[in-house]
């Protein structure tokens, strides 16, 4: 797995040290890129020892050594830096990192990519076009498709169709047909993930499902033939239903995944559901990408405070997925530049 080091201003280094600490994580191989210091900072915050050898970048052009192992980028300097707040060289380390990371998975030289939070809010700091981290993948990997972002708790998973866009533009987003392809996407990934034929329930964008057109017609006109087909392609999914009650239903065992079709509509209720356990999976390019499904927590950068729960889930997650995903080919070489071209990278891709 390959771990990037999240925003230096939140709890990101600290959550880091401490999975890396973790008995869990002490057979596991992992390289962790980022500036070392800033991992220092972290183990010093959670009150943990490391001893993990640090590596120069240009030392990763044919196979990583086994075991825990950090990439110093020496990008992010912790003398003066003020905790619990934005900036931007927090961002730039971030984006650098995060380019990082993909690149060595990219390269096939990880199998999994895991990031601790990130602040978007940094990242515009450092690179204004910065718009969220589906985009950022697709134009730093090249995609020739974007992924999409999963939340997982062991009892439900939650899917979107639109995720980081104002509110106000969901329903002109919404089309059949980007509806239908994310259920297929979800399929895809359970099925990929150990849970075959997954039962999905998508929820409806407005209230009562339209109530009869009453409230709009986005849910007779667009959701329920993007369901109808997805049905007679011999997916198990059902919609669309009111959204104050799918979750309930899912909970109780009628579904295994959620379809939403915004942003909140689906993470208000997977965080009142398991704010210390969710995970944020980002699937769809070959390998997965996780980080826990939580933020920055600025309140508490530097107390020591953070909770791992959802940190450890989200690598645990990240593992067991890679285990599971078939060998990639035509896996691209990383060149001794390769993390000076990641940094270019990412600031030609942010902006």
Same mark, same amino acid.
């Given at each position: 797995?390959?771990?990037? !080091?999240?925003?230096?201003?939140?709890?990101?280094?600290?959550?880091?040290?401490?999975?890396?600490?973790? =008995?869990?994580?002490?057979?596991?191989?992992?390289?962790?890129?980022?500036?070392?210091?800033?991992?220092?900072?972290?183990?010093?915050?959670?009150?943990?020892?490391?001893?993990?050898?640090?590596?120069?970048?240009?030392?990763?052009?044919?196979?990583?050594?086994?075991?825990?192992? !950090?990439?110093?980028?020496?990008?992010?300097?912790?003398?003066?830096?003020?905790?619990?707040?934005? #900036? =931007?060289?927090?961002?730039?380390?971030? $984006?650098?990192?995060? @380019?990082?990371? $993909?690149?060595?998975?990219? #390269?096939?030289?990880?199998?999994?990519?895991?990031?601790?939070?990130?602040?978007?809010?940094?990242? %515009?700091?450092?690179?204004?076009?910065?718009?969220?981290?589906?985009?950022? !993948?697709? @134009?730093?990997?090249?995609?020739?498709?974007?992924?999409?972002?999963?939340?997982?708790?062991?009892?439900? +998973?939650?899917?979107?169709?639109?995720?980081?866009?104002?509110? %106000?533009?969901?329903? /002109? *987003?919404?089309?059949?047909?980007?509806?239908?392809? #994310?259920? *297929?996407?979800?399929?895809?990934?359970?099925?990929?993930?150990?849970?075959?034929?997954?039962?999905?329930?998508?929820?409806?964008?407005?209230?009562?499902?339209?109530?009869?057109?009453?409230?709009?017609?986005?849910?007779?006109?667009?959701?329920?033939?993007?369901?109808?087909?997805? @049905?007679?392609?011999?997916?198990?999914?059902?919609?669309?239903?009111? /959204?104050?009650?799918?979750?309930? %239903?899912?909970? *109780?065992?009628?579904?295994?995944?959620?379809?939403?079709?915004?942003?909140?509509?689906?993470?208000?209720?997977?965080?009142?559901?398991?704010?210390?356990?969710?995970?944020?999976?980002?699937?769809?390019?070959?390998?997965?990408?996780?980080?826990?499904?939580?933020?920055?927590?600025?309140?508490?950068?530097?107390?020591?405070?953070?909770?791992?729960?959802?940190?450890?889930?989200?690598?645990?997650?990240?593992?067991?997925?890679?285990?599971?995903?078939?060998? %990639?080919?035509?896996?691209? @070489?990383? #060149?001794?530049? +390769?993390?000076?071209?990641?940094?270019?990278?990412?600031?030609?891709?942010?902006?």
């Amino acid at each position: 797995m390959a771990l990037a !080091i999240g925003d230096a201003g939140g709890v990101g280094p600290e959550l880091a040290a401490k999975l890396l600490a973790h =008995p869990q994580m002490q057979d596991r191989d992992i390289v962790v890129v980022g500036d070392a210091r800033v991992l220092r900072m972290g183990a010093e915050h959670a009150g943990v020892a490391l001893d993990l050898p640090v590596l120069a970048a240009d030392a990763l052009q044919a196979e990583l050594p086994a075991g825990r192992v !950090i990439v110093d980028l020496a990008n992010c300097p912790v003398e003066g830096r003020s905790l619990g707040a934005s #900036s =931007p060289e927090a961002g730039a380390a971030s $984006l650098q990192n995060f @380019a990082a990371v $993909l690149r060595l998975a990219q #390269s096939g030289l990880a199998d999994a990519v895991m990031f601790t939070p990130f602040n978007k809010h940094s990242m %515009r700091l450092a690179r204004p076009a910065y718009v969220d981290e589906i985009g950022f !993948i697709d @134009a730093t990997l090249g995609a020739a498709r974007s992924g999409r972002e999963f939340n997982v708790l062991d009892e439900v +998973w939650n899917a979107r169709v639109t995720s980081h866009i104002p509110l %106000r533009e969901v329903a /002109s *987003r919404l089309s059949v047909e980007r509806i239908l392809d #994310s259920i *297929r996407l979800t399929v895809e990934v359970m099925e990929g993930a150990g849970k075959p034929k997954p039962r999905i329930g998508v929820a409806a964008l407005n209230p009562h499902a339209g109530d009869g057109r009453n409230f709009g017609d986005e849910d007779d006109d667009i959701i329920a033939p993007a369901v109808a087909r997805a @049905a007679a392609e011999g997916i198990r999914v059902s919609g669309p239903i009111p /959204s104050d009650t799918v979750f309930v %239903r899912a909970t *109780r065992g009628e579904f295994d995944a959620v379809l939403t079709m915004y942003h909140d509509q689906g993470q208000i209720a997977m965080k009142l559901m398991g704010f210390d356990r969710g995970v944020t999976l980002i699937a769809g390019y070959g390998f997965p990408i996780v980080t826990p499904a939580h933020g920055t927590a600025f309140d508490i950068a530097g107390q020591g405070k953070a909770d791992l729960g959802a940190t450890l889930a989200a690598a645990r997650l990240g593992f067991d997925l890679a285990k599971l995903n078939p060998p %990639r080919q035509g896996q691209a @070489a990383l #060149s001794a530049d +390769w993390a000076t071209e990641a940094v270019a990278e990412a600031a030609r891709v942010a902006g």
